[in-house]
């Protein structure tokens, strides 16, 4: 929690400067329609929140969460729209809400929870069936000197557990395909669809260990 509430206000605010590209690729993948309903998994000091709102219209509906108090005290600020709500929630155990959303988007978010499994389970208990979700992420699964280094430091500073997010979301969802040709050696980004409704949250989520 620390870390990400420090990364708020340091490194998060130098990136939501270059983020442009990639909401702008979000928002054209998602392909939104006014009306819909749209889920920000870890939606961080929320520089995304005001092209969902754009692209829902005032008659959609947008909600982004993250773990981090102060993350979500900042993305607060962007939501200056009425059907725009920031909730502070851990994604690996909060009830979305079943089949509440037509979308949703993880930017850089599954990998670096403590039960990516759930946490990806509970955004597709959370899809409409045919809801798609944007994944942008990191992926370390190949064993490289570069991917071994990272895994290493991405442990120690965000507690990764080593789970590799694009094979988790295959678990989850019917569809998942790379959003382009030649995926990289350390990020993946995909879009996942629901196609049809599947098992309940509480059947598909693993508990987590105790301790």
Known sequence: MQFWDFAALTYYRVLDRFSGS??????EKLDLSPGEAVLDIGCGTGALIPDLAEAVGPQGRVVAMDFSPRMVA????????PNVEVRQADACDTDHGAGQFDAAVALGAFSAMPDVPAA??????????????????????RKTRTTRFLRAAYRRIAGFTGADVATELRKVFEQVEPVFATEGDTTTVVMARKVTDTASRSERTPSRPAG
Do not use: C, E, S
């Open 22 to 27: 990639l909401n702008r690729l979000v928002i």
């Open 74 to 81: 900042i993305a607060g600020k962007r939501a200056k729209w």
């Open 120 to 141: 990806i389970a509970n955004a597709a208990d959370a899809l409409k069936p045919g809801g798609r979700l944007f994944v942008f992420d990191v992926r370390l699964a």
